[in-house]
């Protein structure tokens, strides 16, 4: 039988425990596994209006309302919500912790029953594969047997073309945004640079530092900085930035913040690591770099959708250079040599990898009537209300 936690002092509930271990792709059976989630909106009586949120790295279940934690809004405020792109009003919104994460799902700060302190290191490695896998039996539990859509940018796209590979049958639509089918060397080098910063920090201590009552700010810190640079581009940081000083008139000839620019990347770092773990950011960055369609089917990326009855809308950016609109385009390729329905947009931004979190009328317009006409193939009216999942 499932476990749904509920109670009144975890600010993080719901949480599904699933039935039976998980075997991760390594290979390591995992038991048990928790997964945090979070709904908006009523599924309908046929269930047949469920939408799936994957988040990015540093993302969460909290896609939309208050952040417990951080008290700021969910991240996709601006495309889910009564009225919004992805409107509550119509679908039923399930937003997920991934495995790995630190908002409630199994992870390395989580307990491990074999030891009765947290995972740390021994906490297995997982892939994105394990991620939707879990995600999958989530869904099984829920009593949702198909989604309307699964959709998300960056890691969340990675996520979305595996629920597309994985489990094609459970899926009528997929939007894959701001991503690719697998991590390329540029990316990533930039994760183990992360990864190398928090554990380069003596506050670390092995990855044990929740037992030794420390945490590595510094480090975490630096890795959130140097990740944070890749999300946006040089015409942004340009434009909001240049190179105007930091609350000074001249030159400090020294090493404090003299530069808005970097006083804005400290603070991305010092705020981050308030709301996230080092070991979690260590285990989801290297999910994200094992990830390749390709590779996983002989090389031959077009073999991953062999037969697909999914509808893809793919969305790049166009000043998109951590995830750019080549590798949405090799997608498309693959997916138009198995004659897949698709549609490919790149949406004209200058800000960068981010700008799917943004308010960029273009994207959503996108976003939007391809959702409009998808509901529209499969019968699903605007007034789809039922009964609460």
Same mark, same amino acid.
């Given at each position: 039988?499932?476990?749904?936690d %509920?109670?009144?002092?975890?600010a993080l509930?719901?949480?599904? &425990?699933l039935?039976g271990p998980l075997?991760?792709?390594?290979?390591?059976?995992?038991?048990?596994v928790?997964?945090?989630?979070?709904t908006?909106? &009523?599924?309908?009586?046929?269930?047949s209006? !469920?939408?799936?949120?994957?988040?990015?790295?540093?993302?969460?279940?909290y896609?939309?309302?208050?952040?417990?934690?951080?008290?700021?809004?969910?991240?996709? #405020? #601006?495309?889910?919500g009564?009225?919004?792109?992805?409107?509550? @009003?119509?679908?039923?919104?399930i937003?997920?912790?991934?495995l790995?994460?630190?908002?409630?799902?199994?992870?390395?700060?989580?307990i491990?029953?074999?030891? /009765?302190?947290?995972?740390?290191?021994?906490?297995?490695?997982?892939t994105?594969?394990?991620?939707?896998? +879990?995600?999958?039996?989530?869904?099984?539990?829920?009593?949702?047997?198909?989604?309307?859509?699964?959709?998300?940018?960056?890691?969340g !796209?990675?996520?979305?073309?595996?629920?597309a590979?994985?489990?094609?049958?459970?899926?009528? !639509?997929?939007?894959?945004?701001?991503?690719?089918?697998?991590h390329?060397?540029?990316?990533?080098?930039?994760d183990?640079?992360?990864?190398?910063?928090?554990?380069? @920090?003596? /506050?670390w201590?092995?990855?044990n530092y929740?037992?030794?009552?420390?945490?590595? &700010?510094?480090?975490? +810190?630096?890795?959130?900085? !140097?990740?944070?640079?890749?999300?946006?581009s040089?015409?942004?940081l340009?434009?909001?930035?240049?190179r105007?000083?930091?609350?000074?008139?001249?030159?400090?000839?020294?090493? @404090?913040?003299? $530069?808005?620019?970097?006083?804005?990347?400290?603070?991305?770092?010092? %705020?981050?690591?308030?709301?996230?773990d080092?070991?979690?950011?260590?285990?989801?960055?290297r999910?994200?770099?094992?990830?390749?369609?390709?590779?996983?089917?002989?090389?031959?990326?077009?073999?991953?959708?062999?037969?697909?009855?999914?509808?893809?809308?793919?969305i790049?950016?166009?000043?998109?250079?951590?995830?750019?609109?080549?590798?949405?385009?090799?997608?498309? #390729?693959?997916?138009?040599?198995?004659?897949?329905?698709?549609s490919f947009?790149?949406v004209?931004?200058?800000?960068? #990898?981010? +700008?799917f979190?943004?308010?960029?009328?273009? $994207?959503h317009d &996108?976003l939007?009537?391809?959702?409009?006409?998808a509901?529209?193939?499969?019968?699903?009216?605007?007034g +789809?209300?039922?009964?609460?999942a």
């Amino acid at each position: 039988m499932s476990v749904l936690d %509920t109670s009144s002092d975890n600010a993080l509930a719901p949480r599904l &425990t699933l039935e039976g271990p998980l075997v991760l792709q390594s290979g390591v059976s995992l038991s048990p596994v928790t997964i945090a989630y979070q709904t908006y909106g &009523t599924l309908n009586a046929e269930k047949s209006n !469920a939408i799936l949120v994957c988040h990015a790295l540093t993302g969460d279940q909290y896609v939309a309302g208050a952040h417990p934690v951080s008290g700021r809004d969910g991240w996709w #405020h #601006h495309v889910v919500g009564p009225g919004k792109v992805i409107d509550t @009003d119509r679908y039923f919104v399930i937003g997920t912790n991934v495995l790995g994460g630190c908002m409630g799902s199994t992870g390395p700060k989580e307990i491990n029953p074999e030891t /009765e302190r947290p995972y740390g290191l021994l906490f297995p490695v997982i892939t994105i594969r394990d991620m939707v896998q +879990a995600q999958a039996r989530l869904l099984d539990q829920l009593g949702i047997e198909k989604l309307f859509c699964v959709t998300g940018g960056s890691m969340g !796209a990675l996520q979305t073309l595996e629920w597309a590979h994985r489990f094609p049958e459970r899926v009528t !639509a997929a939007v894959p945004i701001a991503g690719s089918y697998r991590h390329s060397a540029q990316n990533i080098a930039f994760d183990e640079v992360g990864r190398q910063a928090i554990m380069a @920090d003596p /506050e670390w201590r092995q990855g044990n530092y929740l037992e030794e009552g420390t945490v590595p &700010t510094r480090g975490l +810190a630096v890795a959130r900085m !140097a990740a944070h640079i890749t999300y946006l581009s040089e015409p942004a940081l340009q434009r909001k930035f240049g190179r105007r000083l930091q609350d000074r008139e001249n030159l400090t000839y020294g090493f @404090d913040a003299d $530069f808005q620019v970097e006083s804005y990347l400290r603070h991305q770092g010092s %705020t981050f690591v308030d709301r996230f773990d080092a070991n979690s950011y260590l285990y989801i960055s290297r999910a994200m770099d094992y990830f390749d369609l390709a590779e996983e089917n002989g090389g031959n990326l077009a073999d991953a959708f062999k037969d697909t009855p999914v509808r893809f809308c793919l969305i790049s950016i166009s000043s998109d250079w951590l995830f750019p609109t080549s590798e949405s385009r090799a997608i498309v #390729h693959a997916l138009n040599a198995n004659a897949a329905k698709v549609s490919f947009v790149e949406v004209e931004s200058d800000k960068g #990898h981010d +700008a799917f979190l943004l308010d960029e009328p273009e $994207f959503h317009d &996108t976003l939007k009537g391809f959702l409009d006409g998808a509901a529209r193939t499969v019968g699903l009216d605007d007034g +789809a209300q039922g009964e609460s999942a």
